[in-house]
């Protein structure tokens, strides 16, 4: 009999049950390795695992022949139900007193890649730690305009791209870059990676930080916290970034000519809108600059209507302007800059517009302009 606690499972549950995936025997389970006193879960390309505590029977120890695959949706369902459960490794039942389930357990070997040659072997990966305070917060302003469910459309390239100071996230419509003190290689994360990164960002706690290590191997190891969920993933070795760096490039978003407003209250004036634009294509919105003291935001397609927006201030050069945006990307793009304030530098004949904070300018994103 081995006793299972539970705890290690129910923290990580989001994150396992998100990454499950039926048809796939390696994304349908998950693995309890007792020699190790790892528990292992699968989503694409990438690998998590953590600690789990147990408890043999008194002069027994675990050996391979111990470990097994179980089923994720069962066994999560009864790991939140008690603190421990007891195995019977013989006949494949889970008992808490007199509550007993049989359950579906398979003895098949696993690829550990944690403990593959390209990672044992190679000694000093490059390390940088990825502190709460700022990092951490950054990463998840950039993933969180994504969608949290993690369901990407490779082809329109999203991945997390660290280089030099900046983490840039793209899907071609929309671009978010942060700019900070580490000085990262050039790495960049996609596919079942971006996922449980995203997810494992969810359990962290306020004094933990990420550790990512960067194997010549082309593998990258990032750690949440002391002794806690680690995922194994291959770097994106062949992707579409945009070249942030190049000054033509930049023109086509950062401009000289803007406006500011209050982010509340844009934003409450954005969410107004969601329900009766949800049809149109891009959830199509018009910004028309009346005066020096304010801009109403307009839709003109199945339901037309304006509200308005007080300005703080306004370049002499927008009056009378009309920008055409998509609803959710704008406010996507608020929600993720920490500032009160809201900047969008404007430029009717460049095809992209500028959003930043009136005063914290660490972080930027960069929206393609609709058509009028």
């Known amino acids: 009999m081995i006793r299972i606690f539970t705890d290690d499972f129910r923290k990580y549950n989001n994150i ?13 389970s998950i693995y309890l390795d007792f020699v190790n006193s790892y528990a292992y879960f699968n989503y694409m390309d990438s690998i998590a695992r953590f600690q789990f505590k147990f408890e043999f029977e008194e002069g027994k120890y675990p050996t391979i022949d111990s470990n097994i695959f179980i089923s ?4 999560l369902t009864l790991c939140n139900a008690y603190d421990y459960w007891d195995l019977d490794p013989v006949n494949n039942e889970l008992s808490h007193d007199r509550v007993v389930f049989s359950i579906g357990v398979t003895k098949n070997t696993y690829d550990d890649l944690f403990q593959s040659s390209e990672i044992s072997e190679e000694k000093n990966p490059d390390k940088f730690i990825l502190s709460q305070d700022q990092v951490i917060l950054d990463m998840r302003a950039a993933l969180g305009y994504m969608g949290e469910d993690g369901n990407f459309d490779d082809s329109k ?3 997390l791209h660290l280089k030099g100071t900046s983490i840039v996230t793209s899907d071609g419509s929309i671009i978010f870059e942060a700019k900070g003190e580490n000085e990262f290689s050039d790495i960049a994360i996609s596919g079942g990676g971006l996922k449980l990164l995203i997810l494992g960002l969810s359990s962290i706690v306020d004094d933990e930080a990420i550790t990512l290590y960067d194997y010549k191997t082309n593998w990258l190891i990032l750690t949440f916290g002391e002794n806690q969920l680690e995922i194994l993933t291959p770097k994106l070795l062949e992707f579409t970034s945009p070249n942030l760096d190049d000054p033509d490039f930049i023109s086509k978003y950062h401009h000289k000519t803007s406006l500011v407003v209050k982010k509340d209250d844009i934003t409450d004036i954005l969410k107004f809108y969601e329900n009766l634009v949800r049809e149109e294509i891009n959830e199509r919105l018009y910004l028309i600059v009346n005066n020096k003291e304010e801009i109403t935001i307009e839709t003109k ?20 302007l009309e920008l055409c945006f998509s609803r959710n990307l704008l406010l996507q793009a608020i ?8 900047e969008l ?6 095809p992209a517009f500028n959003v930043i904070g ?7 994103v960069a929206i393609i302009r609709l058509s009028n």
Request: hydrophobic share 30%; charged share 25%.
């Open 16 to 28: 396992i049950s998100q990454a499950y995936v039926k048809g796939d025997p390696k994304t349908e």
């Open 72 to 75: 994720i949706p069962a066994f």
């Open 157 to 159: 390239f999203y991945h």
């Open 301 to 320: 397609d199945t339901n037309t209507g304006n509200r308005f927006v007080s300005l703080i201030s306004c370049d002499p050069a927008l009056l009378g």
């Open 335 to 342: 929600n993720s800059i920490d500032d009160s304030n809201i």
């Open 345 to 350: 530098e404007i430029d009717i004949s460049q």
């Open 358 to 364: 009136a005063e914290n300018k660490n972080r930027h």
